[in-house]
């Protein structure tokens, strides 16, 4: 069965402390990873597409990176404006579907 | 406008009676995408539309769940004799021209509140 796992399922930290977000897939044939932002009240926000093994994408203090059986989200200084529900999706070969991961809450503290 | 447009943005209705959900995609795109997320549960695959194929209906939870689209364009999502368990926020996506693994871009969804 296709699976998205993330972790942790919530994350605090101090204004400039770096860390990273894992998202976990199985899945039968992996066409593209995504990674979302959502705000409360708000839809996701498109932020990466990463489709193979090796891949990296750079956006401001973010960074995705993909292996075969797991992606990153690097978050360098963060600022409190990053505080977030980061969402990881997987499309899976002949489906044009995502499957979604149950996100990651990051609050950034001042 | 720029982006993905649904409304009405809140709805709330007494259980039992029928819902239609309205989803307008960025223009040009031929790929329209609908999702509930549910407090606890994520986000959950319904229905995709590609153009004049036919949908992907393999998410619907129950047959009370139906999409259509007009045109290739706007969508409605109807639910028949909803439940309390229908309460959850519908979200539609929409996607370019024809080709998967193209990034799905969201709009900020309608929140249905069954009574």
């Known amino acids: 069965e296709d699976q998205v796992t993330q972790s942790p399922e919530a994350l605090r930290l101090q204004e400039g402390e770096s860390s990273s977000l894992n998202c976990s897939y199985t899945?039968?044939?992996?066409?593209?990873l995504f990674w979302y932002r959502q705000d409360p009240g708000k839809g996701p926000e498109f932020l990466f597409t990463?489709?193979?093994a090796g891949e990296e994408k750079e956006k401001e203090r973010l960074k995705a990176t993909l292996t075969k059986k797991e992606s990153f989200l690097h978050i360098t200084a963060p600022k409190p404006e990053d505080s977030a529900t980061y969402l990881c999706?997987?499309?899976?070969?002949?489906?044009?579907?995502?499957?979604f991961g149950q996100g990651t809450t990051l609050q950034v503290k001042p | 406008g720029a982006g993905v447009s649904q409304s009405p943005s809140n709805k709330v209705t007494e259980k039992g009676k029928d819902v239609e959900l309205r989803c307008d995609p960025i223009?040009?795109?031929?790929?329209l995408y609908w999702y509930r997320q549910s407090l606890g549960q994520g986000l959950e695959f319904l229905i995709y539309?590609?153009?004049?194929?036919?949908?992907?209906k393999s998410g619907l939870p129950s047959d009370r769940f139906s999409a259509e689209r007009t045109g290739g364009s706007v969508s409605t999502l109807t639910i028949q004799r909803t439940q309390q368990e229908d309460s959850a926020v519908y979200l539609c996506?929409?996607?370019?021209?024809?080709?998967?693994?193209?990034?799905?871009?969201f709009g900020d969804g309608t929140r249905l509140s069954i009574l």
């Open positions: 996506a929409s996607s370019s021209t024809g080709v998967l693994n193209q990034p799905q871009h």
């Open positions: 899945v039968s044939g992996l066409r593209g």
């Open positions: 990463l489709y193979s």
């Open positions: 999706a997987v499309q899976v070969r002949n489906t044009g579907k995502l499957i």
């Open positions: 223009s040009g795109h031929t790929a």
């Open positions: 539309f590609q153009g004049n194929s036919a949908p992907d």
